[in-house]
């Protein structure tokens, strides 16, 4: 970039293009990660909905699918970009980098892989929260039918992927109940099904990353601290500095009127003295 300077010679000013391309990374995957966690408290409302009444309605579970997989395609994303960022650590332009720009990069990636494994773990706590309250109501519904399971006859009913495990055996009357209970009881089963699928394929996708924060744990936290102690400090620096600027316009506009009121005096002295002379 070139600008002219007060004697109309042209200046040479070079601008950090890389270090703004990478704040601008760094803007995307946090903006990204406040996308996952608003998604996630809307999964919440699904659940809520989908938990209350016996037969949901299938376009409700449509739209907790749409967000369960916007939330995985955004993670893999973000997971990307950050994998991204830590290989290029250890690249051959970091050579040509300050020491200070790598710090503030590696501070940027910890700090993020921190946010971004909270978030989605709490997606995680969710999912598997949902898992158990599901897994409650086709319990009480096979209560209805007059099966009753244990927790573990329950998981490996689960774990066998076949819906009707849970009605192979139970008589089906002309009871309304009964066979509104077996409904409810196969439509459970399929939505944990897929529920364990996404689980699992979360718990592969973002393994790494956490581990990843778990061994720099102390580090980020103590990142955190000084990144809020360094916005309070900047922040406080700018009144003192506004302060600064005040007293020193205070102080120089006294510094005038003590000029002033000086050769004003002086003006009186000598004109009393030139009198004098001038009387003589």
């Known amino acids: ?8 010679e042209t200046v040479i000013i070079e601008k950090d293009h890389f270090m703004d391309d990478f704040f601008q990374q760094v803007e995307e995957i946090r903006n990204n990660i406040a996308k996952i966690a ?3 408290e809307e999964v919440k409302k699904q659940h809520s909905i989908i938990l209350s009444a ?4 299938g376009r409700t579970k449509e739209e907790l699918e749409e967000l369960n997989e916007e939330i995985k395609k955004i993670a893999n994303k973000i997971r990307a970009r950050l994998k991204a960022i830590e290989q290029s650590f250890d690249q051959g332009d970091n050579a040509n980098r300050t020491s ?3 710090r503030i990069r ?5 700090v993020l892989a921190h946010k971004f494994v909270e978030v989605m773990t709490e997606y995680n706590e969710t999912q598997t929260l949902f898992r158990e309250r599901s897994k409650g109501r086709i319990q009480r519904q096979l209560e209805i039918t007059g099966k009753t399971t244990t927790d573990e006859e329950l998981e490996e ?3 066998s992927g076949n819906p009707s495990i849970f009605t192979s055996d139970v008589c089906i009357s002309n009871s309304q109940i009964t066979r509104q209970a077996l409904n409810e009881i196969e439509s459970r089963h399929k939505d944990i099904m897929k529920l364990e699928s996404s689980i699992r394929e979360l718990h592969e996708m973002f393994m790494d990353m956490a581990m990843f924060v778990e061994t720099q744990g102390e ?12 916005t309070d400090y900047v922040e406080h620096a700018k009144e003192e500095t506004k302060k600064a600027v005040k007293y020193q316009s205070k102080a120089r506009r006294k510094m005038w009127i003590i000029i002033i009121v000086s050769v004003v005096l002086l003006a009186i002295v000598g004109l009393i003295i ?3 002379v001038g009387i003589r």
Do not use: F, R
């Not at 970039?1 to 004697?7: F, T, V």
């Not at 016996?54 to 309605?57: D, F, I, R, V």
């Not at 590696?106 to 910890?110: A, C, F, L, N, V």
């Not at 580090?219 to 360094?230: D, L, W, Y």
């Open 1 to 8: 970039q070139c600008k002219g300077n007060e004697d109309g």
């Open 38 to 40: 608003q998604n996630v």
């Open 54 to 57: 016996p037969n949901p309605e």
């Open 100 to 102: 200070v720009d790598l």
């Open 106 to 110: 590696k501070t940027q990636h910890s």
């Open 157 to 159: 009913m689960l774990e």
């Open 219 to 230: 580090m980020i936290n103590n990142i955190e601290k000084n990144v809020m102690n360094a």
């Open 274 to 276: 030139g009198l004098s």
